[in-house]
């Protein structure tokens, strides 16, 4: 049963609300890995709001064995049933159904719906998984309470877990045993979840702000038993923290997550019984890196938060999948930035956005945070919807203040607990709580593309008038050409030229403005400030922390830069002004390398550089980001036309001439900061201290001493943590050479056991800049370590080559090009979720040179003229070819 041949497209148009409505819902399954039946008794209401439909319920792929209607067996001719489809005609207005449907877990490579993975099954139903087990309304709208009981071999599946609480449990005489759970929070059927397996639990406990004590559990692997700790941690800091900053409070007496070895993304929110993808749960000093650690708080906390934002309080229809997604980004951004460094985290989440969110934004896929329609609603889970969303969250938290902030969250949560919503929902209660007209500010939840502000300034020193003048525009993006200015907090100081702050009294102001930042509401396209009062021409910052996802443009010249990176008050806006300065100067060098013109550094960059190693009193985490080269893909999108080999020639330049003339200063810091006497620990100071002294190392290579080789070397020795081990290993992977050859084997021998760790080996070798790389990762596809049914594989050995290895991907030969197009083709045959994800890394294909958009294109044909694609590939790949 393929997907139709023309998919169709679906418009939050034409939204209606639910014909019928399920009260509750009996599951029962008999669990078995290749054919497991499914009894599904439901509940049912005709809905007095609905338009009056027949009763659809969506399934796909199943065996139908029977339907009762209030206990009579239906024939064929009552139903009619389609691919997708199940729809029963003049139904009474209550009733009872009951609906035997068989599954095969085991044949699910798609891994939507119950599949099988290792020795345990599993399910996965966000967005529309749960029409893989049976038949039912498979929309977030109808939310039900639901009844789990699952029977199975006892020796197999001796865990058995579902949402909610346990109920009941008990044997049978054939071997089998069978649990009961229930879950008292109606819910839609995406956050329905099963586990079955034999796996290895450790538990804690959490007492809630109220005096609830909550069990935690997690479940893994039984050789991962040591791995637990950070996550279980990582869990009891996200529930205190969200009754701290939001006052949620937890609402079932159990938490469990379980960690699974083939899963299409991080990890899913099912109530009660969270799934994590293995790689992001899993850690300990020896296998992890501090980037796992804190990639897997992160994720703990995300899965965490959605409990009230996205489970008690739910999407009305996938349209606003931001309201979830988005919220919860900024919420576990912010969490993230509470328990560790707020400057270094907002760093990261801007540099994220900017490289893949804006990339989004520019190209075919383009869509609002909350779109208008979609094919594939599973290619939806989007940076834009999750990433750029998060940002619309924080823009109404700049707007309001964290008060007003808080204020209109505990409205939102109150008003609209238990039922499913929409992001106007959530603004209005924004707007309720603060008496704040959000109208205008809603375009950025209807408008695609990044806007642009474009500042001009001006200085009357006889006056003492400062006079700033920012224009907004956004360009246009697939379907939406016109666009209507946003309502843009932009937040900004004024700096003298020692760098103190100077006053931002605007001049219809009678009092003085007493703070160093102020949040400027630009809400037409183009607008005027004038400060008053300004004793000498000022350095003007704007965007401080970033407060809005759109692009700057202001003239600066490499001075002006300068001093903002040595003198800036807010450290978002010192780091981003070094590397306006990188980009700059790099810019600059790829038009004089275009020219064959020699390649001068200037030194003006290497002075920066070089006050940046020697300030002691900067946050290492902070210097460690100062110094990172804005990356390939970045500085390509900076391009009119992106100029692969001149970029990756110049970036090398640049880094190898800063290494050079300032190895001294690498060396010293490498040194202080390596300490490989004191044993690994996870915190800001150590991981910051880590982080700089592999980014000396880094440099430190560049500078070709065999000496520095030895160095790496003996770090990957001598390390105790996975940090220090692979930050050696992916510096090695770049020199040709036996000592390279032999660092990798080493390391596979030493971690061929774990499955992180093998795919942090893949990956290293797919990033590799040797020229042979191509060819070896085709060579490690047949690699035991390597199956091509598992994303975390795919993901670490296909993506990583085809996203961030772009001098090799974008090799003059298309070989690249036609090796990504040929793997796509045999993934979307096993999991189209998986296939149509690496199709992203033809995103940006129109910005390269013709002959390379030539070869892109042929390859992009090549897949779309394919039968039977997957609705998910069809829809990518024929926006990206869309005239
Ligand atoms: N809500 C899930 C994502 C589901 C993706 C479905 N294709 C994880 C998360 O965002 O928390
Ligand atoms: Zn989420």
């Known amino acids: 049963m393929n997907a139709p041949a023309s998919?169709?497209?679906?418009?939050?148009?034409?939204?209606?609300?639910?014909?019928?409505?399920?009260?509750?819902?009996?599951?029962?399954?008999?669990?078995?890995?290749?054919?497991?039946?499914?009894?599904?008794?439901?509940?049912?209401?005709?809905?007095?709001?609905?338009?009056?439909?027949?009763?659809?319920?969506?399934?796909?792929?199943?065996q139908l064995v029977s339907i009762k209607l209030d206990g009579r067996l239906l024939t064929a001719a009552e139903f009619q049933r389609s691919n997708t489809q199940l729809i029963l005609p003049q139904l009474p207005e209550k009733f009872q159904l009951e609906i035997v449907t068989e599954i095969h877990p085991d044949q699910n490579t798609a891994l939507e719906g119950l599949y099988h993975s290792g020795t345990l099954v599993c399910t996965q139903c966000e967005a529309e998984g749960f029409r893989r087990i049976t038949y039912y309304p498979d929309r977030p709208d109808v939310m039900a309470v639901f009844t789990v009981t699952i029977t199975a071999d006892k020796q197999q599946w001796p865990i058995l877990l579902s949402n909610g609480n346990l109920q009941e449990q008990g044997e049978l005489e054939d071997g089998r045993h069978w649990v009961r759970w229930h879950d008292p929070h109606p819910k839609p059927c995406y956050l329905f979840a099963l586990v079955a397996g034999d796996l290895y639990m450790q538990q804690d406990s959490f007492t809630t702000i109220s005096g609830r004590d909550v069990t935690l559990?997690?479940?893994?692997?039984?050789?991962?038993?040591?791995?637990?700790?950070?996550?279980?941690?990582?869990?009891?800091?996200?529930?205190?923290?969200?009754?701290?900053?939001?006052?949620?409070?937890?609402?079932?007496?159990?938490?469990?997550?379980?960690?699974?070895?083939?899963?299409?993304?991080?990890?899913?929110?099912?109530?009660?019984?969270?799934?994590?993808?293995a790689a992001c749960v899993l850690a300990s000093p020896q296998t992890a890196t501090d980037n796992d650690f804190y990639t897997i708080q992160s994720i703990v906390g995300h899965e965490y938060f959605h409990n009230w934002s996205g489970n008690r309080v739910t999407c009305r229809d996938w349209f606003q999948l931001s309201l979830k997604e988005g919220f919860t980004v900024m919420r576990d951004q912010s969490f993230s930035a509470d328990l560790n460094s707020a400057a270094v985290q907002r760093i990261d989440d801007v540099d994220q956005l900017r490289s893949l969110q804006f990339a989004e934004d520019a190209g075919p896929m383009a869509h609002p945070v909350r779109p208008d329609s979609?094919?594939?609603?599973?290619?939806?889970?989007?940076?834009?919807?999750?990433?750029?969303?998060?940002?619309?969250?924080?823009?109404?938290?700049?707007?309001?203040?964290?008060?007003?902030?808080?204020?209109?969250?505990?409205?939102?949560?109150?008003?609209h607990d238990g039922q499913a919503v929409t992001t106007d929902d959530f603004v209005k209660a924004m707007e309720e709580a603060n008496h704040y007209d959000l109208t205008q500010f809603?375009?950025?939840?209807?408008?695609?593309?990044?806007?642009?502000?474009?500042?001009?300034?001006?200085?009357?020193?006889?006056?003492?008038?400062?006079?700033?003048?920012?224009?907004?525009?956004?360009?246009?993006?697939?379907?939406?050409?016109?666009?209507?200015?946003?309502?843009?907090?932009?937040?900004?100081?004024?700096?003298?030229?020692?760098?103190?702050?100077?006053?931002?009294?605007?001049?219809?102001?009678?009092?003085?403005?007493?703070?160093?930042?102020?949040?400027?509401?630009?809400?037409?396209?183009?607008?005027?400030?004038?400060?008053?009062?300004v004793e000498q021409k000022p350095i003007?910052?704007?965007?401080?922390?970033?407060?809005?996802?759109?692009?700057?443009?202001?003239?600066?010249?490499?001075?002006?830069?300068?001093?903002?990176?040595?003198?800036?008050?807010?450290?978002?806006?010192?780091?981003?002004?070094?590397?306006?300065l990188f980009i700059q100067i790099m810019l600059s060098l790829i038009a004089d390398y275009q020219q064959n013109t020699a390649l001068q550094l200037p030194e003006i960059l290497v002075k920066q550089c070089a006050a940046v190693l020697q300030d002691k009193a900067a946050d290492p985490a902070l210097v460690a980001r100062m110094l990172t080269l804005p990356s390939e893909n970045y500085l390509a999108a900076q391009m009119k036309v992106a100029d692969v080999d001149a970029i990756h020639h110049v970036r090398k330049f640049v880094k190898d001439s800063l290494a050079m003339q300032l190895k001294a200063q690498f060396d010293a810091l490498y040194q202080q900061h390596n300490l490989p006497n004191v044993a690994y620990q996870f915190n800001s100071e150590h991981m910051g201290r880590r982080s700089l002294k592999n980014v000396c190392l880094g440099y430190l290579m560049a500078t070709n001493d065999p000496m520095q080789t030895q160095r790496c070397l003996k770090q990957m020795k001598q390390a105790d943590n996975m940090t220090d081990t692979l930050a050696g290993l992916r510096l090695m992977v770049d020199q040709a050479g036996i000592e390279r050859e032999h660092a990798l084997r080493a390391f596979y021998e030493q971690w061929q056991h774990d499955r992180q760790v093998v795919d942090k080996w893949l990956t290293v070798q797919a990033?590799?800049?040797?020229?042979?790389?191509?060819?070896?990762?085709?060579?490690?596809?047949?690699?035991?370590?390597?199956?091509?049914?598992?994303?975390?594989?795919?993901?670490?050995?296909?993506?990583?080559f085809c996203r961030n290895n772009p001098a090799l991907f974008h090799a003059k030969d298309g070989s690249g090009y036609r090796f990504l197009a040929e793997q796509?083709?045999?993934?979307?045959?096993?999991?189209?979720?998986?296939?149509?994800?690496?199709?992203?890394?033809?995103?940006?294909?129109?910005?390269?040179?013709?002959?390379?958009?030539?070869?892109?294109?042929?390859?992009?044909?090549?897949?779309?003229?394919?039968?039977?694609?997957?609705?998910?590939?069809?829809?990518?790949?024929?926006?990206?070819?869309?005239?």
């Open 7 to 62: 998919p169709q497209t679906i418009r939050l148009a034409d939204y209606t609300v639910p014909s019928y409505l399920v009260d509750n819902v009996d599951l029962h399954f008999d669990l078995d890995a290749s054919t497991t039946q499914v009894t599904s008794i439901l509940n049912m209401r005709r809905n007095p709001k609905g338009p009056g439909e027949d009763c659809v319920l969506n399934g796909e792929h199943l």
């Open 217 to 277: 559990q997690i479940y893994v692997d039984k050789e991962n038993h040591d791995k637990c700790d950070h996550a279980l941690m990582s869990l009891k800091q996200s529930m205190r923290w969200d009754e701290e900053a939001y006052g949620r409070e937890y609402d079932l007496d159990v938490f469990m997550i379980v960690a699974v070895n083939d899963f299409n993304m991080g990890a899913m929110e099912n109530k009660g019984l969270n799934i994590f993808n």
């Open 374 to 415: 979609y094919i594939e609603i599973s290619n939806f889970y989007t940076v834009t919807i999750y990433e750029k969303g998060a940002e619309v969250v924080r823009m109404i938290k700049t707007l309001l203040g964290d008060e007003g902030f808080r204020k209109g969250t505990d409205l939102y949560f109150d008003r």
């Open 442 to 533: 809603k375009r950025w939840y209807t408008q695609a593309g990044t806007p642009v502000i474009t500042a001009f300034y001006n200085y009357d020193a006889i006056k003492k008038i400062f006079t700033l003048t920012l224009q907004q525009s956004c360009p246009a993006t697939p379907g939406q050409t016109e666009k209507q200015p946003f309502l843009i907090p932009v937040a900004m100081g004024l700096l003298d030229s020692a760098g103190n702050s100077l006053p931002l009294q605007l001049i219809d102001e009678a009092q003085p403005y007493d703070k160093d930042t102020r949040v400027l509401e630009l809400n037409e396209s183009e607008q005027t400030f004038r400060f008053i009062g």
């Open 540 to 580: 003007v910052s704007l965007l401080r922390g970033f407060s809005a996802p759109v692009k700057l443009l202001i003239e600066r010249d490499n001075e002006e830069l300068a001093f903002l990176m040595a003198n800036e008050k807010d450290s978002f806006n010192r780091w981003d002004a070094g590397q306006s």
């Open 767 to 800: 990033l590799s800049s040797l020229p042979d790389t191509l060819i070896r990762i085709k060579g490690l596809m047949k690699h035991p370590a390597f199956s091509i049914k598992n994303p975390n594989n795919v993901r670490a050995l296909i993506g990583q």
């Open 824 to 883: 796509i083709l045999v993934l979307d045959k096993l999991n189209p979720q998986v296939a149509s994800r690496q199709l992203g890394a033809f995103n940006s294909w129109r910005r390269y040179d013709e002959k390379r958009q030539q070869m892109m294109r042929e390859a992009l044909q090549s897949i779309a003229q394919q039968q039977d694609l997957s609705s998910d590939v069809y829809e990518i790949v024929n926006k990206y070819l869309a005239d």
